[in-house]
């Protein structure tokens, strides 16, 4: 595959049907070893851990992975896998996999604290072993929506307690389905990013734990910890496909980049420069990581929520994210609201349909914008004969308007 390039290509030439971008990453190094700095945010270990307490909890099972053949036939390619996550835990979306894990293993750190013992297991607090001390723990964090959710619903679990900050974009339905879990919450003025700042001030002084999905300086262990978690996914699709079909392409959306870089830095360590190519996509308004690769360090953009794909709209990249994406993402494109119109709306069209808001369904937008796109199908080798994997990160969720947006 031809991909090293730096050269921009911008999509929507007259086969294509959406006007998008989309750029080789400048900065790929697909033979770049993965090395301990990498392995200190995923490994293969720490995956194990993970795998096996998630699916220890009450109410796991493995999310469908549908064989979109008719759609794939449609794209002229080899087999269009797709990852439903709209059945995950009944939250809805695959950030449960994240947020909870995040709160957990804050509940045990502080119980091996406390209890000078090592070794606390999941279980044992999933079964009131440490009410007194879990029941004592407040976690936080500031959300457009899912990862909220996701915390909200870990802290009840675990016997904690949460406190959500909403900045104004999030819809009533969303915030609805957060206190569901019993959070407080917490109605913010400003942007997301006054919001977060919010929840910080008062997570120091209320000594509350945040449970952040995006890192930053004073808070790296609970970002790695959710995106392990979020690896949960690939132990479950490498259960589901055959050897034989294993993906050549995936097609990841990007908010912060966590939820990319988990996969991608999962499959970099499985596989080498074997791994499948790995293409990100995010809303053309919100492209940090975009403007990351094109600029060759983290980039933000500001006026993000122009999107229907609330849940992509982030400016900034978390930084731990970026560190495993920088060098090791295939190519990154940013596309227009249609495209993942037209993704929602043809997986509605499949038998039996499958439900996704524009968010979720937005990895098959960017294959959609691709695989019509002579110059740039070309340019990642989609053919005939290439399994794609697309992971649908949300399914629909009843709201204002029909999913929930922000
Ligand atoms: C449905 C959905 N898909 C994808 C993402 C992107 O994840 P990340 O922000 O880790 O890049 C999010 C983030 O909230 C999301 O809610």
């Given at each position: 595959?031809?991909?090293?390039?730096?050269?921009?290509?911008?999509?929507?030439?007259?086969?294509?049907?959406?006007?998008?971008?989309?750029?080789?990453?400048?900065?790929?190094?697909?033979a770049?070893?993965?090395?301990?700095?990498?392995?200190?945010?995923?490994?293969?270990?720490?995956?194990?851990?993970?795998?096996?307490?998630?699916?220890?909890?009450?109410?796991?099972?493995?999310?469908?992975?549908?064989?979109?053949?008719?759609?794939?036939?449609?794209?002229?390619?080899?087999?269009?896998?797709?990852?439903?996550?709209?059945?995950?835990?009944g939250?809805?979306?695959?950030?449960?996999?994240?947020?909870?894990?995040?709160?957990?293993?804050?509940?045990?750190?502080?119980?091996?604290?406390?209890?000078?013992?090592?070794?606390?297991?999941?279980?044992?607090?999933?079964?009131?072993?440490?009410?007194e001390?879990?029941?004592?723990?407040?976690?936080?964090?500031?959300?457009?929506?899912?990862?909220?959710?996701?915390v909200?619903?870990g802290?009840?679990?675990?016997?904690?307690?949460?406190?959500?900050?909403?900045?104004?974009?999030?819809?009533?339905?969303?915030?609805?389905?957060?206190a569901?879990?019993?959070?407080?919450?917490?109605?913010?003025?400003?942007?997301?990013?006054?919001?977060?700042?919010?929840?910080?001030?008062?997570?120091?002084?209320?000594?509350?734990?945040?449970?952040?999905?995006?890192s930053?300086?004073?808070?790296?262990n609970?970002?790695?910890?959710?995106?392990?978690?979020?690896?949960?996914?690939?132990a479950?699709?490498g259960?589901?496909?055959?050897?034989?079909?294993?993906?050549?392409?995936?097609?990841?959306?990007?908010?912060?980049?966590?939820?990319?870089?988990s996969?991608?830095?999962?499959l970099?360590e499985?596989?080498?420069?074997?791994?499948?190519?790995?293409?990100?996509?995010?809303?053309?308004?919100?492209?940090?990581?975009?403007?990351?690769?094109?600029?060759?360090?983290?980039?933000?953009?500001?006026?993000?929520?122009?999107?229907v794909?609330?849940?992509?709209?982030?400016?900034?990249?978390?930084?731990?994210?970026?560190?495993?994406?920088?060098?090791?993402?295939?190519?990154?494109?940013?596309?227009?609201?249609?495209?993942?119109?037209?993704?929602?709306?043809?997986l509605?069209?499949?038998?039996?349909?499958?439900?996704?808001?524009?968010s979720?369904?937005?990895?098959?937008?960017?294959?959609?914008?691709?695989?019509?796109?002579r110059k740039s199908?070309?340019t990642?080798?989609?053919?005939?004969?290439?399994?794609?994997?697309?992971?649908?990160?949300?399914?629909?969720?009843?709201?204002?308007?029909?999913?929930?947006?922000?």
């Open positions: 595959m031809d991909i090293g390039e730096s050269e921009q290509v911008v999509g929507g030439d007259k086969d294509s049907s959406f006007p998008f971008r989309f750029l080789p990453n400048p900065n790929l190094d697909r770049a070893p993965y090395t301990l700095a990498e392995q200190w945010i995923l490994n293969l270990a720490r995956h194990r851990e993970v795998h096996d307490e998630i699916t220890s909890w009450p109410d796991y099972q493995p999310t469908p992975l549908l064989d979109l053949a008719a759609l794939a036939g449609e794209l002229g390619i080899g087999r269009l896998r797709y990852k439903d996550e709209g059945a995950r835990f939250l809805g979306t695959f950030k449960a996999l994240g947020g909870a894990y995040g709160v957990l293993r804050i509940i045990q750190d502080e119980v091996q604290r406390l209890t000078r013992r090592s070794g606390v297991t999941g279980r044992e607090i999933l079964e009131g072993a440490h009410e001390i879990a029941s004592g723990i407040t976690v936080t964090c500031a959300t457009d929506g899912n990862h909220g959710r996701s909200a619903w802290a009840r679990i675990f016997g904690c307690n949460s406190v959500v900050y909403l900045p104004p974009a999030v819809s009533r339905a969303r915030e609805a389905a957060i569901e879990y019993g959070a407080e919450i917490v109605r913010t003025t400003g942007s997301y990013d006054d919001a977060v700042a919010e929840a910080q001030r008062d997570a120091q002084h209320l000594e509350r734990f945040v449970v952040s999905d995006t930053y300086e004073a808070n790296v609970i970002p790695r910890d959710i995106m392990q978690g979020y690896t949960v996914i690939l479950e699709v259960e589901q496909l055959p050897e034989s079909e294993r993906p050549t392409h995936v097609f990841l959306q990007g908010g912060v980049g966590g939820f990319a870089a996969v991608v830095g999962h970099w499985a596989h080498g420069a074997a791994r499948p190519i790995s293409i990100v996509v995010e809303p053309d308004c919100a492209d940090c990581l975009f403007q990351s690769a094109s600029h060759g360090r983290p980039t933000s953009v500001t006026d993000v929520h122009r999107t794909m609330g849940c992509l709209a982030c400016g900034e990249v978390s930084p731990l994210a970026w560190y495993l994406l920088e060098r090791s993402v295939d190519a990154f494109m940013a596309i227009p609201d249609e495209a993942s119109e037209t993704a929602v709306r043809l509605g069209e499949q038998v039996p349909p499958v439900a996704a808001g524009p979720g369904a937005a990895g098959l937008a960017g294959l959609l914008c691709i695989a019509q796109d199908r070309e990642v080798g989609l053919s005939g004969t290439s399994c794609v994997l697309v992971i649908g990160t949300e399914g629909a969720i009843e709201g204002a308007s029909g999913y929930l947006e922000g």
